[in-house]
C-alpha cells in the first residue's frame, strides 16, 4: 500500500507492505500476486493475481492488521466433472462493482492446435474446508459460471448462398477487459468492425446489446471506468503511430481480420517495449469523429524521466479513486532485449531513485469534485446471452467458423466486395482470403477500391505466417492507400512474445502522411 494523501503509516513511512511475513499456514495454495492487484470496497481485501488477500480483524491499512492476521486464499475454478484436480488455468481477473463477481480469460486450443481464448464470469465463493479438488485449504472457488459467448445468437461473420455478412451486432469476446462503472456492461476486446482496427466493446450483461466504444486506428487494450460509470480511461497506442501502417486506411471491412487478427494484435508491443499511454474518455469512448479524449500524462516535456517521457509505458491496469479526483496507473521503462544489442533502439538510463524501472503515478483531476456513489447491487449469476459452464462438459463453439467459397459483400451504403475464402487441407481452418472493392462504402464516407489478398500458414500454436498483398485506394473525406511491396509483405509475430519480424513492407498514406512498418525486432 502506498499513502495518497501524504500521510505515513504508524511505522513512519508512506507505505505498508500488506503480504510481507505472512506466515505459511496462511497462504496455503497461494500463487503468484504480481498481476492486476485491486482492492473490494470492504477495504478488508484485496485481489492480486489468482488470489484474495484478507485480514481477519479490519482495514488492510490498519495497525491491527498485522501478518499474522492476513490470510492469502487461491482462487479456483473446476475444469473437471468430478471436480479433482487444480482447476482451470484462469487469467486477467477483474473484480465486478458488486464485489460479489469476477471475470476473467482462459487460454484453450483449437481443433486444430492454434491459441483461443474466452472470457468467463462468476460468483466468488468462499470455501472454508473444501472436500474436493486442490487444495483442500481454504480457498475461493469461482461458481456459477458463464462462458462470454452467445452460442444462440448472431456470429461475427455469416453467409447465405453466395452473399457474405458481417453482423456488428454480434457478441465477440476475444478477451475479456473489465466492467464498465457501475458493472452493466462487460469490456473487452473483440472482433474488428474495421479492418486491422483493434477496438474495445461493451455488451450489456442483460440484454446482449453491444456497442464500439473506441474507433482510433490505435491498439487498446487495458481499461479503468470510474465509479460513477461516466469516465473511462485507457491505455492505448494513440499518438505513438505504431499502429496505422496496419489500421491508417480507414473503412475497410475486416475481411482479412479472419486470420490476421492476431498478428495485428502482437504489434502493439515490441517484447517488454510497451507503446501504451492513458488516454481520459467519456463514458461514451469515441463517439464523435473529432472526439478522441485526452492524454492524461501529456502536460510534460517528453525528456527523460518526464512523466510522458516516451521510453516510460504504461501497463495494465489503470485505477480510479472512490471520489473519482484521481487516477492511478504505473509504468516500466524499456530495458533490454528491448533495447540495445541487436534491437535498433537504443536503451535509457533510469533516473528514478535506485535506478527502478518502475514507477506508480497519480493523475489528480483537480478540476473535479470529489464524490460519494452508493455501492453497487449484486447482480444476477445468470446472463441470459452468455453460455452456461459445466466443468468437464461445455463445448464452447468456435466463432469465427466460416465455410469456404467465393461470395459478395455488400457496403451498407454502397458498392461492393467478391471475396474468396480458402481452407487449409490439413487443418480445415481458413488460410487464404482475398479481396477486389469496387466502390466498398459502410458509412458513406469512407470508399474502397483494389485488392488484397492473405495467405496464412501456421507456425505455432501462437504464431502464424502472413504473406500479406495490398494495393487499396481509399477516397472520400480523406484521400489514402494501403500498397505491399510488389513482393508483398511478409510477417511473423509471435502473440505471447510480440517481437515484429517482416520481410517487404507494408505502407499506408493517408492525406499525404505516410506511415511505415516498425524496423525489425529480432
Not at 175 to 198: A, K, Q
Not at 229 to 235: D, F
Request: proline content about 7%.
Amino acid at each position: 500500500m502506498v499513502s495518497t494523501n501524504g500521510t505515513n503509516f504508524s511505522t513512519g513511512d508512506p507505505w505498508k507492505c500488506v503480504t510481507c511475513g505472512v506466515p505459511e499456514n496462511n497462504k496455503v495454495g497461494s500463487t503468484s500476486l504480481s498481476d492486476y492487484p485491486q482492492t473490494f470496497a470492504d477495504g478488508r481485501r484485496a485481489m492480486a493475481g489468482i488470489n484474495i488477500i484478507e485480514c481477519r480483524v479490519g482495514q488492510l491499512a490498519s495497525d491491527e492488521c498485522t501478518p499474522d492476521q492476513i490470510y492469502i486464499y487461491p482462487i479456483r475454478m473446476s475444469n473437471k466433472a468430478e471436480d479433482s484436480g487444480s482447476g482451470a488455468s484462469i487469467r486477467e481477473l477483474r473484480l465486478h462493482p458488486d464485489n460479489v463477481h469476477l471475470g476473467f480469460n482462459s487460454y484453450s486450443t483449437t481443433s486444430s492446435g492454434q491459441l483461443n481464448e474466452n472470457g468467463y464470469f462468476g460468483r466468488l465463493h468462499f470455501n472454508e474446508s473444501p472436500t474436493t479438488g486442490s487444495p483442500r485449504s481454504a480457498r475461493y472457488d469461482v461458481v456459477n459460471v458463464t462462458v462470454l459467448v452467445s452460442p444462440n445468437g448472431l456470429q461475427p461473420y455469416s453467409v447465405t448462398g453466395d452473399r457474405l455478412y458481417i453482423n456488428r451486432e454480434a457478441i465477440t469476446v476475444g478477451e475479456f477487459r473489465g466492467f464498465t462503472g457501475r458493472g452493466n456492461e462487460v469490456l473487452y476486446i473483440g472482433s474488428p468492425w474495421e479492418s486491422c482496427n483493434v477496438d474495445l466493446f461493451a455488451v450489456d450483461l442483460s440484454t446482449g446489446c453491444v456497442r464500439r466504444v473506441t474507433t482510433h486506428p490505435g491498439y487498446v487494450d487495458p481499461v479503468g471506468d470510474s465509479p460513477d460509470g461516466r469516465w473511462q480511461v485507457i491505455l492505448d497506442t494513440r499518438g505513438t503511430d505504431r499502429m496505422e501502417f496496419l489500421s491508417g486506411m480507414r473503412g475497410i471491412p475486416p475481411v482479412t481480420d479472419l486470420i490476421t487478427i492476431a498478428t495485428v494484435s502482437s504489434v502493439r508491443n515490441n517484447g517488454v517495449r510497451r507503446y501504451f499511454q492513458p488516454w481520459l474518455l467519456d463514458a461514451q469512448g469515441d463517439h464523435d469523429p473529432n472526439y478522441y479524449g485526452q492524454q492524461v500524462n501529456a502536460d510534460g516535456n517528453g525528456q527523460p524521466g518526464s512523466v510522458n517521457d516516451p521510453n516510460w509505458n504504461a501497463g495494465a491496469d489503470p485505477r480510479w479513486s472512490p471520489d473519482g479526483t484521481r487516477i492511478m496507473y504505473w509504468q516500466k521503462m524499456v530495458i533490454p532485449p528491448a533495447c540495445g544489442g541487436t534491437n535498433p533502439l537504443p536503451c535509457p538510463i533510469s533516473i528514478e531513485p535506485g535506478g527502478r524501472t518502475t514507477r506508480l503515478m497519480m493523475a489528480r483531476l483537480t478540476s473535479r469534485q470529489p464524490y460519494h456513489t452508493d455501492p453497487v447491487h449484486p447482480v444476477s449469476d445468470t446472463i441470459p446471452w452468455g453460455l452456461p459452464y459445466t466443468p468437464g462438459d461445455t463445448s464452447i463453439p468456435e466463432v469465427l467458423n466460416v465455410p469456404p467459397g467465393n461470395f459478395t459483400l455488400h457496403g451498407l451504403f454502397s458498392g461492393l466486395a467478391h471475396v474468396v475464402l480458402q481452407k487449409s487441407e490439413a487443418t480445415s481452418d481458413i488460410n487464404f482470403i482475398s479481396a477486389t472493392y469496387h466502390n466498398y462504402s459502410d458509412d458513406g464516407l469512407h470508399y474502397i477500391n483494389g485488392y488484397e489478398s492473405v495467405a496464412a500458414t501456421m507456425v505455432s500454436y501462437s504464431s502464424t505466417r502472413l504473406d500479406w498483398h495490398s494495393n487499396l485506394t481509399g477516397t472520400g473525406v480523406s484521400s489514402s492507400t494501403k500498397i505491399t511491396s510488389p513482393d508483398g509483405f511478409h510477417v511473423v509475430d509471435d502473440a505471447m512474445t510480440n517481437i515484429f519480424h517482416a520481410n517487404g513492407t507494408l505502407v499506408t498514406t493517408v492525406d499525404g502522411v505516410v506511415y511505415k512498418q516498425p524496423l525489425n525486432e529480432a
